[in-house]
């Protein structure tokens, strides 16, 4: 069983920054990428970024480009999503994934098959 629990949420101010973490366990998840999606009320869940230990990757949207970073601790099977400069649009619920194999089109969700419950994000203005 491959377990995903999400924890850093919350309530920040525009402007803002907050770091949210990935707990993952299992015997059968692939660890050498992992990504984070978010969704929004009424929108579809979309891909944020995503990590890719061999080759040293790693892939933003655009719009959270210099702002987000993306890093894994695989010691403690940890991956981190640093966030900076929050701004209202990037209200969410955020959820981590990880796939049983790395090489899929790394923000379609179809490449990721476990995935954790999500931590909200609220930026207000």
């Known amino acids: 069983q491959v377990q995903l629990v999400e924890s850093g949420g919350g309530s920040v101010q525009a402007g803002g920054s907050l770091r949210l973490s990935c707990a993952a366990s299992g015997v059968t998840y692939n660890n050498e990428c992992m990504g984070w999606f978010r969704q929004a009320p009424g929108k579809e869940r979309e891909g944020v970024a995503a990590?890719?230990?061999?080759?040293?990757?790693?892939y933003y949207a655009d719009s959270v480009k210099g702002r987000f970073t993306i890093s894994q601790d695989n010691a403690k099977n940890t991956v981190y999503l640093q966030m900076h400069s929050l701004k209202p649009e990037d209200t969410a619920k955020y959820y981590c994934?990880?796939?049983?194999?790395?090489?899929?089109?790394?923000?379609?969700?179809?490449?990721?098959?476990?995935w954790g419950q999500g931590t909200q994000v609220t930026v207000s203005s």
């Open positions: 990590i890719y230990i061999f080759g040293g990757k790693s």
């Open positions: 994934a990880a796939p049983r194999r790395c090489g899929g089109t790394w923000d379609r969700t179809t490449s990721w098959e476990y």
